[in-house]
């Protein structure tokens, strides 16, 4: 069996001590049908030294959760990742720039399809009144640039208050009623190849489809029409040499897919809606190796 890395949160950290050991399970159960063995190693512990990593043939970074938290740290580590070499996928430059929302401005400027939105640096409510009639809609969503899970995300209603308002650097966006009926459909590449198709929703009454918050997932036989191709443009316009990416999108209020997100550090792949993932996932890996 060929040991590879997989990167985690602290093991000190209670925040995810309760979820991710059994994402690991998961994705450990995949990787050995392809003869690799995942040894988890927190990213914590390699920030400023990447010596600990270089024995690994290949280090995934896919339970590497709290970067948001962190991301001062996170960025410093890599910049050490990729200074040393490290033999990671996706690439530690990759894992940087894709940790700042802002890279979906990069790709609506080359005409991937996205949500409306504003950038602003500290929202205020003046911000907020203001993009209502921006946008005119009633109601918005405001989110941190550096962001996970929904992160300090609000769905505010015009004239309602902000409390809680994201810090630093967030970006403003009318919200799709869509996410409602609809939900939010992901497609899974690994290696370049689609493997799978999971629909989101979320829970009568709330607005996030993670499943912290009660969303509910399912896998499709096949993408819905028109969603591949929004994905294979998304794919194109970033051009990298990406081992794996899940591709976030919904649908507008005239049936246009809209990008929501392209994550590309730790997305869940949803093996446990379509575990015959797992094992195209191993497939991908093992030929990388």
């Avoid at 001590?17 to 392809?34: F, N, S």
């Avoid at 205020?124 to 941190?144: E, L, N, S, W």
């Avoid at 996970?148 to 403003?172: D, F, N």
Wanted: glycine fraction near 10%.
């Amino acid at each position: 069996m060929t040991e590879i890395a997989v990167l985690t949160p602290d093991a000190a950290d209670p925040s995810y001590a309760g979820q991710w050991p059994g994402v690991l399970e998961r994705l450990a159960e995949a990787l050995a049908t392809a003869g690799l063995t995942a040894v988890p190693t927190a990213w914590t512990d390699h920030i400023d030294d990447a010596s600990g990593l270089m024995r690994f043939p290949l280090v995934l970074p896919l339970i590497a959760w709290g970067y948001h938290r962190d991301h001062d740290r996170w960025m410093q580590a890599c910049a050490t990742w990729q200074a040393a070499g490290v033999k990671m996928l996706n690439p530690p430059s990759v894992l940087a720039w894709n940790s700042d929302k802002s890279y979906l401005g990069r790709l609506a400027g080359a005409g991937v399809a996205i949500p409306d939105t504003v950038w602003i640096d500290g929202p205020t409510q003046a911000d907020v009144d203001a993009a209502f009639d921006r946008f005119g809609t009633d109601q918005i969503v405001v989110k941190p640039r550096v962001s996970g899970g929904a992160y300090k995300t609000l769905l505010l209603s015009r004239g309602e208050a902000m409390v809680g308002a994201p810090e630093g650097p967030a970006m403003i966006q009318p919200y799709l009623p869509s996410i409602e009926s609809e939900g939010e459909t992901s497609l899974l590449f690994f290696g370049g190849r689609l493997s799978h198709v999971v629909n989101k929703r979320p829970v009568p009454g709330e607005f996030r489809v993670q499943v912290q918050y009660g969303g509910g997932y399912a896998a499709l036989p096949e993408p819905p029409p028109g969603a591949l191709a929004l994905a294979e443009q998304t794919l194109t316009a970033i051009g990298e040499d990406l081992l794996y990416a899940r591709i976030d999108m919904a649908p507008d209020a005239d049936g246009g897919w809209l990008l929501m997100e392209a994550e590309l550090i730790e997305p869940d792949f949803y093996l446990a809606s379509a575990p015959e993932g797992g094992n195209r996932f191993a497939e991908a890996v093992k030929a990388r190796l």
